[in-house]
């Protein structure tokens, strides 16, 4: 078993340099992170939103319908 002294603590390196991502909450716009599940100012519920169409631009949402039709009729014609 070995002692440690003070002077040892200073070669091990410190991880705690990441910063966490801090979102805005919804009901209140208090900065919650981004993990939470309830505000800890309101204590309102976060509900994050899991629908793949949410926030992509027009061009990018036909883009996909017109990709997927291509399949269909590559699929119907084989």
Excluded: N
Aim: glycine content about 8%; aromatic content about 8%; charged content about 25%.
């Amino acid at each position: 078993m070995t002692d440690w002294d003070e002077d040892d603590w200073d070669d091990i390196p410190d991880d705690d340099d990441d910063e966490s991502i801090t979102l805005p909450c919804p009901a209140c716009g208090a900065d919650v992170y981004e993990d939470a599940d309830v505000c800890p100012v309101c204590g309102e519920f976060i509900i994050r939103s899991s629908r793949v169409w949410d926030g992509q631009p027009a061009w990018w949402i036909g883009l996909g319908l017109l990709g997927i039709a291509a399949v269909v009729l590559v699929l119907l014609l084989v």
